[in-house]
């Protein structure tokens, strides 16, 4: 089956740690997205790669770095600088060029001890 | 700037109770506007795309309809596996990035 799949699901850090969350698609998608939520917040946006070796910082993009090498991988590493990084990530792809709807992972919750 | 403003931030009905969830927008040249539906710790499930004014799109319980300034989500007669939160977000004027609200929480009490 066709999807996106996010690993791991549950990460715990502790401060002053890097660490990288997965994130791969079979859905031939070319542009693939990396949102935080918080708590009863919406979806904020930390980067976004419409081709692969391209990316684009989103609204939150301090004290997070990614790589797009191939298509099917966005991999998305929380540094010791993000001040606060517990949250839930979420990593979503489309078909580049089309304005239609984001397709999800199931999400990776970062808590940092 | 793009904005996407959801209201009520959290909606309980009982079973049965119908109601309707609001996402007003605005965004210059509107390209579509979509409606997902998230459950406590899961990435968000796509329902529905809608386009131009006046469409309307339907899903078992759920109708979603839309204005040139604002979607609602009407929910018929729901039951209790209808709890979830419900997004809507719109792409913005470059299309690449989507602008998301920040959600209704929908609680159905049996």
């Known amino acids: 089956d066709g999807g996106i799949t996010q690993s791991p699901k549950y990460l715990f850090r502790k401060e002053g740690q890097n660490v990288t969350l997965s994130c791969e698609q079979n859905l031939n998608h070319d542009a693939m997205y990396w949102y935080r939520q918080d708590p009863g917040q919406g979806l904020r946006l930390i980067y976004y790669?419409?081709?692969?070796?391209?990316?684009q910082k989103g609204d939150i993009a301090e004290g997070y770095s990614v790589s797009r090498e191939k298509k099917e991988s966005f991999p998305l590493t929380v540094t010791s600088a993000q001040k606060n990084p517990t949250a839930f990530y979420l990593c979503?792809?489309?078909?580049?060029?089309?304005?239609?709807?984001?397709?999800f992972g199931e999400g990776s919750r970062l808590t940092v001890l | 700037e793009d904005q996407v403003t959801q209201s009520p931030e959290a909606l309980r009905l009982q079973e049965g109770e119908s109601s309707s969830l609001n996402c007003s927008y605005t965004v210059s040249g509107l390209r579509g506007l979509f409606w997902y539906r998230q459950d406590p710790g899961k990435g968000p499930e796509f329902l529905f795309t809608l386009y131009s004014a006046g469409e309307e799109k339907e899903k078992e319980r759920l109708k979603a309809t839309l204005t040139k300034k604002e979607s609602f989500l009407h929910i018929t007669a729901p039951k209790p596996e209808d709890s979830a939160t419900y997004l809507c977000?719109?792409?913005?004027?470059?299309?690449?990035?989507?602008?998301f609200g920040e959600g209704t929480q929908l609680t159905v009490n049996p």
């Open positions: 979503a792809s489309r078909v580049q060029g089309y304005t239609g709807e984001l397709f």
């Open positions: 790669s419409q081709i692969v070796n391209d990316f």
């Open positions: 977000a719109v792409p913005e004027t470059s299309g690449s990035r989507l602008t």
